[in-house]
């Protein structure tokens, strides 16, 4: 018979009856109606069964848990819809169809909504023979950024822009500097 993994803390307050069988939720039990544990609805969402038939509460919470990972799904989706086809504007290439991996990242500046990938950006921000203030400029626009933002995904609107960007700036504070002891 199979063995739930919370066996031990349920079988004191709960019968075997009143356990999702952990075989039949992922896809089927090769005990069929002979099995000891309870086999759950499907959940229309996710396609598992893993509703218990007779708790609510269960169901309930399965559901927000479902459609919570559906919607982080679909922001996912929308995301890698709304990168593709973006071209850096200094090489002129698609950032999501560039050679390696590494370079497929978009450098979000903070200032202006134009594309850059991160490696052009950076390359931009490391010219020598332009003054302190072209460098840190738009290379488009011009409107000084003092900071760029790694993204896996192009970011345009304000709201998750920012949202972005503080997210790095304090991934970045519990990194130690390299300049400064």
């Known amino acids: 018979q199979p063995q739930p993994e919370s066996s031990s803390e349920s079988s004191d307050a709960r019968s075997d009856k009143e356990i999702i069988c952990p075989f039949a939720s992922v896809g089927s039990c090769r005990y ?13 969402t996710c396609g598992m069964a893993v509703l218990h038939p007779d708790d609510e509460s269960q169901r309930a919470t399965h559901m927000k ?14 995301a890698i819809q709304r990168s593709k086809g973006k071209e850096c504007g200094i ?14 990242r978009f450098g979000i500046l903070s200032s202006c909504n ?5 490696s052009c950006i950076r390359k931009w921000r490391s010219a020598k023979q332009f003054e302190n ?31 972005l960007i503080e997210g790095y700036k304090c991934a970045l504070s519990k990194k130690h500097c390299k300049y400064f002891d």
């Open 32 to 44: 069929g109606e002979n099995c000891s544990y309870l086999h759950g609805d499907e959940c229309e």
């Open 91 to 104: 090489c002129m290439e698609k950032v999501l169809d560039k050679s390696t991996y590494s370079e497929r």
């Open 65 to 78: 848990e479902c459609v919570k990972v559906l919607e982080e799904d679909m922001e996912l989706a929308f």
């Open 133 to 163: 203030k072209i460098v840190r400029a738009c290379p488009e626009c011009r409107v000084k950024s003092d900071f760029i933002t790694p993204s896996k995904y192009w970011v345009d609107d304000k709201d998750e822009k920012t949202k």
């Open 114 to 118: 134009h594309v850059f990938c991160l």
